[in-house]
């Protein structure tokens, strides 16, 4: 039995109410909210928080290859993929492959690993954008999402793939210039007219390929960047409208090379054993991935569900998205910017700064973080073990905020942690107001975005406040 | 093993310190030739006579040159010193300690920093060594601003009381300074003004935090039995300790961020080598290192001036006022004589020279007082993370 050993969706903390759009402008916006990667984020540290979600939602399996797909690579010719599988601190002989370019990519990415072999932990992560008042920045939303794909041997199956089909065409629908933020999009109704027959075709071909009939299919999913095809194909199914699954524009918005598998994961975490689980993707061309839920799926624990997290988000004016967008410049802290990181001191401390791996020292039981050679207790040297604390909660002991230091989004707020079972740690915090900070909060890890400079991205870890968990 | 010191082994015989301020019109080449042309008069010698220099500096120049290029030394030892913001203490160190090991008869240390060349606002740039991008990027006063609130949550002072406490010492040292013709702020600031100012860190606002300022001092060192050949009045150095922490305070969830322990150490080891038992009965000055407000608060009971926990009453009594028991940075210290990093060690040094031979001017500068020891303070670095300097000075042997 090949198919889904556990699967998690990252929505990232900050909404933008699309009302607050036509305030400003006059038009645009629309209902509901998207959500908003913060401004020391991007698709490689959002595909971070996702796939440890994976990872955890599977019970410590660890996968044998990790893919990565975006629509918006932090580098090019460099892979993205070996920033996450450094920071899930992966075996060194997994692999780490990126999946490049188009929306398509991500439930590519998903389709192949579920017909290869091995485990395979496909990381889908995506930034939508679009010019002020536009459709595309209004429904748009940021998000990862990751699924652990393998068969008995790696582990429990929570779904089965029980059947999938592809249609591909080439035509001219949507289109974006390499290094641009923006979409452009002809005329809707030549692309529905592409969209629907190919879907229909790749939908009665993937269930006959699962010998299923459309009436026994409990959930379907249908997703993909132009809205009104992906309308008229759900209205062609035959499913009725309670088998249909929420597609989340009204709170997250859709999360392109993301989006996918962000709603499977999402449907999943709601699914009962024997469920069957239908997913079309519409993306130059459509490919549908049919499931059935496994016994092992009651026994399945999410590490934490999409709907809780996008529950406990916070709200984030609109110029301040403009502003971590890149689309207005605000005045910076008259401070000087940092410099770019080395490549080769990054290199020696990998599993401090991608893994966040502390030491701790046999005799004396000192957690020293970063890691020490030399023990603060009792000076042993040499006598450490590695002591990996990403996943440790903590306490803020003290705090302060800092508004004279250079941060892409001043102020910093920053906190003394002490970590649960020892290990004390000097961190910023993210995702939070300053003025709701306090002492005896708790608080996480995060991997983030710091700086870049000189084109380098600065990845490090940060602690933010633990919600709605 | 030991540390023994060199109590009334060597002499401070002359003295000099520029201004502290902003000088636009003036690099570091000009500031070394003020500070040291004082101090040169000041014992009647000539850079020549001087056979070994220490110069500090933090961020303004690289090696020895720093001196020798534009005093045009010729054939001279020059050693380059830095250590944090404890840079000018360290450079007396050196000088003192060469020459009471009888490598050197004369020699100088001199402290000189050009920071307001930079273009921002406070100190920049200390390091620019590689890295790999996990330090912290916070400002000093972001660290120190965290010592407030667990002073007052440990000792229970709450935040209107700590805001006084803290505006109090601010608005001491900005008397003093206002007196001194040589500090950076020569204005008095009213308590009022001071707790209004505009946030910077934490709960610590503008006058919470040192000037930040360019500036050179300087001193000439001999051995203790040939002071007189140069001065009929000079100041014999009783102690100079020095701690570099080893950084464990943000890595020990024990540290509370209510005191300095690298200070505590330092200050034990300088009573030890002056034979002080009782600090706060026994000094009659101090230049403390007060960066920062809540470093003052602090830095009083780890220097033994206050107990645990009382030292927030003490400011407010004005025990450490310039006509107070036991005054405190009667020069303004670094709150309004201004930081220039390198200088300031060399700084606290030229207030404790003025102050011990009854040289303060204007006359009402002057601290009274039958006590007979200067304490200088100076640390670098951060709560959790610091290096420390102690040193005490005495006009009289034994």
């Not at chain 1, 599988?85 to 998903?110: C, E, F, K, M, T």
């Not at chain 1, 992560?125 to 041997?153: F, H, I, K, W």
């Not at chain 1, 699914?271 to 009651?298: C, H, Q, Y």
Request: net charge negative; charged share 20%.
């Amino acid at each position: 039995m090949r198919g889904i050993l556990g699967a998690a969706g990252y929505v990232p903390y900050w909404r933008l109410d699309r009302g607050t759009i036509s305030a400003v402008f006059g038009s645009g916006g629309g209902r509901g909210s998207r959500t908003v990667a913060s401004y020391d984020e991007d698709t490689t540290s959002m595909g971070v928080e996702a796939a440890r979600l994976a990872l955890r939602s599977a019970g410590g399996t660890q996968p044998d290859a990790l893919w990565f797909s975006t629509v918006v690579p932090a580098y090019l010719d460099k892979t993205n993929a070996t920033t996450i599988h450094a920071a899930l601190r992966l075996d060194s002989d997994a692999p780490a492959l990126d999946w490049g370019g188009a929306i398509r990519s991500g439930v590519g990415a998903l389709l192949t690993a579920l017909r290869a072999s091995g485990s395979t932990l496909v990381v889908t992560a995506d930034q939508r954008d679009g010019l002020p008042t536009s459709a595309e920045e209004a429904a748009g939303g940021d998000a990862a999402a990751a699924v652990l794909v393998g068969s008995d041997a790696n582990g429990a199956v929570i779904a089965e793939l029980v059947g999938s089909a592809s249609a591909t065409e080439e035509f001219i629908d949507r289109w974006r210039a390499p290094g641009e933020r923006r979409s452009k999009v002809w005329e809707e109704r030549f692309g529905e007219t592409k969209y629907v027959p190919l879907g229909e075709q790749a939908w009665n071909a993937a269930l006959k390929a699962a010998e299923l009939s459309p009436e026994q299919i409990t959930k379907v999913i249908v997703t993909g960047p132009h809205a009104r095809a992906v309308r008229s194909l759900t209205n062609r199914l035959g499913v009725g409208t309670e088998a249909l699954a929420d597609d989340l524009s009204g709170t997250v918005g859709y999360s392109g090379a993301a989006h996918a598998a962000l709603l499977l994961a999402s449907v999943l975490e709601q699914a009962k054993p024997g469920d069957v689980i239908a997913l079309i993707s519409l993306a130059d061309g459509a490919d549908v991935l049919v499931f059935r839920a496994t016994e092992a799926l009651a026994s399945y624990s999410p590490a934490r569900p999409v709907v809780a997290q996008f529950d406990s988000g916070g709200e984030l004016p609109y110029g301040k998205f403009l502003a971590w967008r890149g689309k207005v410049t605000l005045e910076p802290p008259r401070r000087p910017e940092p410099g770019r990181i080395s490549a080769s001191i990054t290199g020696r401390s990998e599993d401090w700064k991608y893994g966040f791996v502390g030491s701790r020292d046999r005799s004396s039981q000192a957690m020293h973080l970063p890691p020490a050679r030399v023990s603060r207790v009792g000076d042993a040297v040499d006598e450490m073990d590695p002591a990996p604390m990403s996943d440790v909660e903590g306490t803020i002991a003290t705090f302060t905020v800092d508004r004279i230091a250079y941060s892409p989004s001043p102020p910093i707020v920053f906190a003394i942690v002490d970590f649960d079972g020892g290990g004390r740690f000097p961190v910023e915090l993210t995702d939070v107001n300053a003025d709701e900070v306090k002492m005896g909060d708790r608080v996480e890890m995060t991997f983030r975005r710091l700086f870049t400079a000189d084109g380098i991205h600065n990845y490090f870890w940060k602690a933010r406040p633990i919600r709605g968990s | 093993m030991g540390s023994h010191g060199i109590k009334d082994r060597v002499a401070v015989v002359g003295m000099g310190c520029t201004r502290f301020g902003e000088h636009w019109d003036k690099g570091t080449d000009d500031l070394l030739l003020w500070s040291t042309d004082e101090a040169f008069k000041a014992a009647g010698v000539t850079k020549d006579d001087i056979d070994a220099y220490w110069v500090g500096t933090a961020m303004s120049g690289n090696s020895g040159m720093v001196v020798s290029r534009p005093l045009q030394l010729h054939d001279k030892p020059v050693t380059r010193v830095e250590n944090f913001c404890a840079t000018g203490s360290e450079a007396l160190r050196g000088a003192a300690y060469a020459v009471a090991s009888g490598a050197y008869d004369i020699a100088m240390a001199v402290g000189v920093e050009k920071v307001k060349d930079s273009g921002y606002q406070g100190l920049v740039g200390a390091s620019h060594a590689p890295a790999d991008g996990t330090q912290r990027t916070l400002t000093a006063a972001a660290m120190f601003a965290m010592c407030a609130p667990a002073y007052g949550k440990k000792y229970g002072v709450d935040d209107d009381q700590m805001r006084e406490v803290l505006a109090r010492i601010s608005w001491k040292n900005h008397q003093n300074g206002a007196l001194n013709p040589r500090a950076q702020f020569r204005k008095e600031v009213s308590m009022e003004t001071i707790c209004n100012a505009p946030l910077m860190a934490g709960g610590l606002r503008v006058f919470d935090c040192s000037g930040v300022a360019d500036g050179s001092a300087a001193a000439v060192v001999v051995r203790a039995e040939d002071a007189h050949k140069y001065t009929d009045k000079p100041l014999y150095i009783k102690a100079l300790s020095f701690v570099a922490g080893n950084g464990s305070g943000n890595a020990d969830p024990d540290y509370d961020y209510t005191s300095f322990p690298e200070i505590h150490a330092a200050a034990a080891d300088a009573y030890s080598q002056a034979g002080v038992t009782d600090p706060r009965h026994e000094i009659a000055m101090a230049e403390v290192h007060d960066c920062f407000t809540p470093a003052e608060l602090l830095i009083m009971e780890d220097l033994g001036f206050a107990e645990r926990g009382t030292a927030w009453k003490e400011v407010l009594e004005g025990t450490f006022d310039l006509k107070g028991e036991l005054p405190v940075n009667p020069d303004g210290g670094l709150k309004s004589f201004g930081h220039p990093v390198g200088a300031s060690g060399l700084r606290m040094a030229f207030e404790a020279w003025l102050q011990m031979r009854g040289d303060a001017q204007p006359a009402e500068r002057q601290i009274t007082t039958d006590r007979n020891l200067a304490l200088t303070h100076n640390l670098g670095g951060y709560p959790g993370e610091m290096v420390s300097f102690v040193g005490l000075f005495g006009p009289e042997l034994g």
